[in-house]
T-cell receptor, first 113, second 113 residues
Framework: GENVEQHPSTLSVQEGDSAVIKCTYS??????FPWYKQELGKRPQLIID?????GEKKDQRIAVTLNKTAKHFSLHITETQPEDSAVYFC????????????FGTGTRLKVLA | GAGVSQSPRYKVAKRGQDVALRCDPI?????LFWYQQALGQGPEFLTY????????KSGLPSDRFFAERPEGSVSTLKIQRTQQEDSAVYLC???????????FGSGTRLTVV
């Protein structure tokens, strides 16, 4: 069935360092890959997304890369700040269509001051 | 409204009780989604509406779960005869059309005792 694996489950970095979170997906028909940030008790917030016709996308300190052949995509956060601490979820659109997301299990990022 | 609004924010139900969870999407958003998020997990798809039409309900766990959006705006997720395994956060999301980058609400945390 449709599946998204996400690693690592927890990640601690020093303030100013970079953080990388990796996801793999199983369905080769997936064509849309959003990333969400969720702070404790709050709603998931979209931080960046990428479509399958693009290999990389950047937005200030955040970038996402996509390797469709390997069915692999990654989130890169540079110059991390304490306010980046949260749980990050990757997702891939499912076979049924772009509207349905299959989420990874999340990465808890801690940025140490 | 400015965002997706969900109510109640918290709900405690006794096992066997029926509950109704409300979602008020962003004004003008055609697409509406319900997800279930268990503790420490990523959200899991429940159902999808385009206007008042329920186009996909493949994620509803059992026939105790029912969702509606009769006028194409506000949606209600109803759970009949609640069980302990129904305890989770129920997230609603909406998008202008389709599934690109939808916006989540803050969710309803349901606890079945």
């Amino acid at each position: 069935g449709e599946n998204v694996e996400q690693h690592p489950s927890t990640l601690s970095v020093q303030e100013g360092d970079s953080a990388v979170i990796k996801c793999t997906y199983s369905d080769s028909a997936s064509n849309y890959f959003p990333w969400y940030k969720q702070e404790l008790g709050k709603r998931p917030q979209l931080i960046i997304d990428i479509r399958s016709n693009v290999g990389e996308k950047k937005d200030q300190r955040i970038a996402v890369t996509l390797n469709k052949t390997a069915k692999h995509f990654s989130l890169h956060i540079t110059e991390t700040q304490p306010e980046d601490s949260a749980v990050y979820f990757c997702a891939a659109s499912g076979t049924s269509g772009t509207y349905k997301y299959i989420f990874g299990t999340g990465t808890r990022l801690k940025v140490l001051a | 409204g400015a965002g997706v609004s969900q109510s109640p924010r918290y709900k405690v139900a006794k096992r066997g009780q029926d509950v109704a969870l409300r979602c008020d999407p962003i004004s003008g958003h055609v697409s509406l989604f319900w997800y279930q998020q268990a503790l420490g997990q990523g959200p899991e798809f429940l159902t999808y509406f385009q206007n008042e039409a329920q186009l996909d309900k493949s994620g509803l766990p059992s026939d105790r779960f029912f969702a509606e959006r009769p006028e194409g705006s506000v949606s209600t997720l109803k759970i009949q005869r609640t069980q302990q395994e129904d305890s989770a956060v129920y997230l609603c999301a909406s998008s202008f059309r389709g599934g690109y980058g939808y916006t989540f609400g803050s969710g309803t945390r349901l606890t079945v005792v």
